[in-house]
């Protein structure tokens, strides 16, 4: 069965469609790839990383590196900086300075006034929060920067955070 000139013509124009549509969406998908801003994603190990838009890991050695991203991406360094020590241990809430809860671990208590503290090195607001039942307490962090752009709680390594659409 031979094709006539006119259903030759309707394939070549289909296959033409079809191939400008496939090129429209790789360079769009091209486009963001390389002109997207920075994202939060969880890396290849499950760890909530920060990546840049050349896919780089910003490996964080000092809690200084924290320092001039944006809000909620100093938020995320905070806890990615603090993940790699954390240990939860129960034990008596008394003051204790970051290199011991680093080493020995510690309750909401101490991981809470370790986020205030790191938070407050690199310029945040910071404060720790408690909630009390009948049997027992909880500890968290609250942190907020200077533009009221949001704030966010942390509680052992779980963040939650909300946007206040302050001036950024």
């Not at 910071?126 to 039942?133: C, E, L, N, P, Y």
Request: with cysteine; proline share 1%; charged share 20%.
């Amino acid at each position: 069965m031979e094709l006539t000139q006119e259903q030759i013509t309707q394939k070549m124009r289909a296959l033409l469609n079809l191939f400008l549509i496939v090129s429209f969406v790789l360079l769009i998908l091209i486009g963001i790839y390389l002109f997207a801003p920075s994202y939060n994603t969880i890396d290849g190990n499950g760890n909530n990383a920060i990546i840049n838009s050349a896919s780089e890991k910003i490996v964080i050695k000092n809690v200084s590196e924290c320092e001039n991203l944006t809000f909620y991406n100093q938020i995320v360094c905070i806890r990615d900086y603090i993940k790699p020590h954390y240990k939860y241990i129960v034990r008596s809430d008394i003051d204790r300075n970051i290199t011991e809860v680093f080493e020995n671990g510690g309750d909401c208590y101490d991981w809470s006034y370790t986020y205030v503290e790191l938070a407050e090195q690199i310029g945040l607001n910071a404060r720790v929060d408690f909630i009390f039942g009948k049997e027992y307490g909880h500890a968290y962090a609250v942190i907020w920067n200077d533009k009221l752009e949001g704030f966010c709680t942390m509680s052992g390594l779980e963040l939650d955070c909300a946007s206040l659409g302050g001036n950024s």
